[in-house]
């Protein structure tokens, strides 16, 4: 059984909607957003719209398993991904119902939403984060790691912490770099990555990042958020943790650091569809844009939003805050997913 079928199994066998309360309507939003900082975000649109937001959450591969296997009587108006190549998965597999929204299409650009058809649009993003080196600063020499290509350099041997090349963060890296470096390349670059691990993959981001802290390795590959979460933390731990590491954008001086999108769908089977565009409609307001970015410390896709975030303007090096992102059409990214997977195994990347 392949890893997602089981986690969709376990998801199947725990979850279950709870019966909705009588007289306020009700929102089934299944969410693979796991901050505990959302909370805000939904009780502001409760209190804005009247409408109560009932939750389920689980990882974007159980969500995708679950509208699958519920079909038509699936409780979900609306769902919230947190990675591009899933997004275009929940499109592909027909889980999504189109949306036509000129509030939507006119707060955001047309590289953060699916590719409009006659019937609509499949999904809209509505935060980036970029996925980012963070080393050992009295260890390693920021030249060595200022490229993704580096991190399976020999010079970088044992050093390397990363989780599960399976996680949909690394499929989408590894799906674009694919676009960048080819196919054969990519899966040298991937037995190369393998050969300079430190430890074989497990844990999350954080948990990456506190290796490099421990000792145990000396770079380790996260999303910005997490960084800029331990950034912003007044736990001594975390700020002894964060003193000891430095955070690199990488190819900046190529093709740009990889950036993944987190954003949001109608349900196929949607029953309370307005509620659901309502709610999409929502995530893009100024007031819920900024949300993602102070909140969560991602880059909002709202046009016109500024990012107040002195933390995520500190980790990019540069004085506003801006960095180099890569350009990939999302479609393309969430294409190479499968082909990925398939180079992860024959490599031994777990
Ligand atoms: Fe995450």
């Known amino acids: 059984m392949t890893r ?3 986690a969709a199994l376990a998801l199947l066998a725990t979850l279950a909607v709870a019966p909705a309360q009588a007289q306020q309507p009700v929102l089934n939003l299944y969410s693979a957003r796991h901050y505990t900082t959302d909370e ?6 409760t209190r804005a719209t009247g409408i109560r937001v009932q939750r389920v959450d689980a990882d974007d591969a159980g969500i995708l398993a679950r509208l699958k296997a519920e079909g038509s009587a699936s409780p979900a108006d609306v769902i919230l991904l947190v990675d591009a190549a899933r997004l275009h998965k929940g499109e592909v597999d027909g889980l999504f119902k189109p949306v036509k929204s000129k509030l939507l299409e006119d707060a955001l650009p047309a590289a953060y939403r699916a590719t409009p058809t006659a019937e609509g649009t499949a999904w809209f993003g509505f935060s980036t984060r970029a996925r980012v080196v963070v080393y050992d600063k009295q260890k390693v020499k920021r030249e060595d790691v200022d490229t993704y290509e580096e991190l399976a350099d020999p010079k970088n041997k044992g050093k390397l912490c990363i989780r599960s090349g399976s996680h949909p963060y690394n499929l989408s890296l590894f799906a674009a770099m694919t676009e960048h470096l080819g196919d054969k390349k990519t899966e040298e670059w991937l037995k190369g990555m393998v050969a300079n691990l430190a430890r074989s993959p497990k844990g999350g981001d954080t948990d990456q990042i506190k290796a490099v802290s421990a000792g145990e390795c000396q770079i380790a ?5 997490y960084v800029a979460r331990l950034l912003r933390s007044n736990n001594a731990e975390d700020k002894a943790l964060m ?3 430095a955070v690199v954008f990488p190819n900046q001086t190529s093709w740009g650091t990889h950036l993944n999108i987190a954003g949001g769908a109608v349900a196929r089977h949607a029953k309370n569809t307005a509620a659901a565009v309502k709610f999409l409609e929502y995530l893009a307001s100024p007031e819920a844009q900024a949300y993602f970015a102070d909140g969560n410390n991602e880059w909002p896709t709202a046009r016109g939003v500024k990012v107040n975030n002195p933390a995520l303007q500190a980790m990019s090096g540069t004085a506003n805050g801006s960095f180099k992102a890569e350009t990939l059409p999302l479609s393309t990214v969430g294409a190479n997913a ?3 997977q398939q180079m992860l195994d024959r490599v031994g990347f777990k």
């Open 4 to 6: 997602t079928a089981f």
């Open 40 to 45: 805000a975000l939904y009780a502001n649109f």
């Open 221 to 225: 590959v996260s999303n910005s958020y």
């Open 243 to 245: 003193d000891k590491v």
């Open 338 to 340: 499968v082909k990925v």
